[in-house]
């Protein structure tokens, strides 16, 4: 077993609706993607972006694409227009989700250059 | 085999229009579609429409359609734009002043209105429609007085009556970003307003693109140091054919990279539940989506599903919510981080000890945690330099711009080598969203369609 930083197996884009912010991640392949639909629970997301996200976190799956939604509520502290923040509209999201760490079966990992 | 291809031209207002051109030139299209318009976007052009009666669309409308008209007329090229705003009347007299400006003739321009509700929320009220936020159910009562615009998102079908009457040039407001892209495919292809699949690839066609060159290799989070050209970078091209399906790419001799993992990321931006992504003219389903390489430069999208259009249409509200001031001063090694919390630690004071009650401070620290937040953890200690920022939240412009004054002498009187003061900025309006549904056929009823000439 290695624990992997997503960083550096998956991909991750990030977008703006309101006060909702949605992190697409995508998995190189199949037997990842399991991985990702095993660990990347939204009870983990929620936890990994405390402090930013203040509602729930809704998971959808999208296995034709290996890719996972997850739909954060109340994360832009009002949304983008009445928001402090400097990341006014979610657009590190994506990149803070690939701090996460993951762990995968050696073997799998074999292939995957990112 | 009849196929349509569509050129992407504008993601957000403010963008270049040079990858449009290029498109124009070399990209082979019978259309060009803007997206002018993100929830932010109608703010701003409310507040251009205050100072000035004529404005209230995207200026930028004038040196998109100086470019393009001269391919609108060499090689038919039409052109669709979401650009008209708070003000689509005033951006087809824009378009018609460029044409004659450029002794352009026989051009017919359409513009679509009917979006703008705002002086008819009385009217809904009175018809007893809940106008609750959508997402959280409050009340809109106390946000009712402040609000600055009204606008319902409309589909595809008036565009495409604007096209049956023969028009060379669309300007629409508030349309959902994908309209504009499939409206030439309900046009050309005569697609039946049921005909839930093929409606809905087109609509996901129009989202793949809409967004610039985010399906190109913008903003890509894979090997994006392996992406070439990002300094004259193409943007995305749909062929589509009849039965829906298409294939994206984008003008060979510009940068960027279209391959299935390009375009995935963009096929799930701003997406929530993919298995119902709701739009006027269809619910789209991408849970089938297949994405395929089959060329350079080129993904093929097939399996799209489509399910019937809902009842109602999205309608998002901005209010007026306050004022933001903001100040941002830099400080070097050694310390750096510590110089700048010991700042932070003294403007709270003297906030204090003034009596000034912002509804929030907020202080980041840029090189640091000011894009990550709390999931920022490494090298503090280590910072060559570090900038703070602080912001507040005023109620009014005035007391706003109160905050901006306590540090030009910090940097004497504080911590040392405090520098990088880039100048005390405005203070800037902020703006509530709301968002809402209405039954459609009330904002149906009152769109129009008119054509005017050069």
Known sequence: MAVVKLKDIAQARSGDKGNIVNIGVFAPNQAIYEEFLAQLTPERIKAHFAGLVKGEVLRYELPNIFGLNFVCKEALAGGGSSSLRLDNLGKCFGSNMLRLEIEVADHLLVDIKK | ?454
């Open chain 2, 1 to 454: 085999m009849k196929t349509v291809r569509i050129g992407a031209a504008q993601g957000f207002y403010g963008d270049t229009i040079e990858p449009a051109v290029a498109t124009a030139e070399k990209g082979n299209v019978q259309y060009i579609c803007f997206d002018a318009l993100a929830e932010l976007t109608m703010a701003i052009l409310v507040k251009d429409k205050r100072k000035n009666e004529n404005a209230g669309f995207t200026k930028d409308i004038s040196v998109q359609m100086k470019a393009l008209l001269p391919y609108v007329k060499d090689k038919g090229i039409k052109l669709l734009t979401n650009g008209g705003g708070i003000n689509p009347i005033g951006a087809q007299q824009e378009i018609l002043r460029v044409a004659r400006e450029m002794g352009i003739k026989d051009l017919k321009v359409a513009v679509v209105t009917g979006d703008n509700v705002l002086d008819r929320i009385p009217e809904f009220e009175e018809k007893g429609y809940s106008l609750n936020h959508l997402d959280t159910d409050e009340s809109i009562d106390h946000i009712k007085e402040k609000l600055e615009f009204a606008n319902a998102y409309i589909g595809a079908q008036p565009i495409v009556r604007a096209l049956e009457a023969g028009a060379d040039i669309v300007v629409t407001g508030r349309t959902t970003d994908t309209a504009q892209f499939l409206a030439p495919l309900i046009y050309e292809f005569d697609w039946g307003q049921e005909e839930w699949d093929k409606l809905a690839s087109g609509v996901f066609m129009g989202h793949l693109l809409e967004c610039s060159a985010q399906s190109t290799g913008g903003n890509f989070s894979g090997n994006w140091q392996d992406i070439e050209g990002f300094d004259q970078i193409g943007y995305p091209i749909a062929e589509v054919s009849r039965n829906g399906e298409f294939i994206v790419s984008k003008v060979e001799e510009r940068g960027g990279l279209v391959t299935v993992d390009t375009v995935k990321e963009q096929m799930l931006y701003e997406i929530h539940d993919p298995s119902a992504y709701l739009t006027p003219d269809v619910i789209v389903d991408l849970t089938n989506v297949r994405l395929e390489n089959v060329g350079p430069n080129q993904v093929k999208v097939t399996g799209t599903r489509g399910k019937p259009r809902p009842d109602t249409l999205k309608v998002v509200m901005g209010y007026e919510n306050g004022y933001a001031g903001q100040v941002i001063v830099g400080f070097s090694w050694p310390d750096a981080m510590l110089k700048a919390k010991k700042v932070d630690e003294i403007i709270r004071i003297q906030l204090e000890r003034k009596g000034l009650n912002y509804e929030e401070i907020r202080t980041d620290f840029m090189g640091y945690n000011s894009l990550s937040g709390p999931l920022a953890h490494e090298n503090e200690s280590e910072l060559n330099e570090v900038y703070l920022r602080m912001a507040v939240k005023a109620k009014t412009k005035q007391e706003a711009g109160l905050f901006s004054r306590l540090f030009p002498p910090l940097a004497l009187n504080g911590p040392p080598s405090m520098s990088g003061f880039s100048g005390n900025t405005a203070p800037r309006a902020l703006l509530g969203m709301w968002a809402t549904l209405l039954p459609r056929e009330e904002v149906e009823k009152q769109i129009k369609v008119e054509i005017a000439e050069v």
